[in-house]
């Protein structure tokens, strides 16, 4: 498999799973903002890890991850429909922390430029 068709497929089931999740999936207690960050499918098309970033309180995060990984079935059988594929891939939700760690970052950066002035 030529490896920009692998980033052709990654990007086709990122926009089918991100449409599912906004406007499909009927949970009452989905209240958190879900984005879709990235799509890796493996190279023989048998797993999607889907990475999804959350934005809400704790408590909407651990929520909105459990209804997620739950409606599993239900995600890959919409991949089914609109993906032209041969095999549909098992999906697999991933939480994307990487937001939260650049956030830390950002906080740790502060405090030193904090630290570095007040020493001058």
């Known amino acids: ?50 990475f999804v970033s959350i934005f809400g309180t704790e408590d909407q995060k651990t929520d909105a991850l459990k209804i997620l990984k739950s409606s599993t079935g239900f995600i890959r059988k919409e991949i089914g429909k609109n993906v032209k594929l041969r ?16 956030n830390h970052l950002e906080s740790l950066f502060r405090k030193i430029k904090e630290n570095d002035s007040n020493d001058n």
């Open 1 to 50: 498999m030529a490896n920009y068709r692998g980033g052709r497929i990654n990007e086709e089931i990122k926009k089918d799973v991100s449409n599912t999740i906004q406007n499909k999936i009927k949970d009452p207690r989905l209240t958190a903002m879900v984005s879709v960050t990235d799509v890796e499918v493996t190279r023989d098309l048998s797993y999607a890890k889907v």
């Open 87 to 102: 095999h549909v891939p098992e999906v697999i939700i991933e939480l994307d922390t990487t937001l939260d760690k650049a």
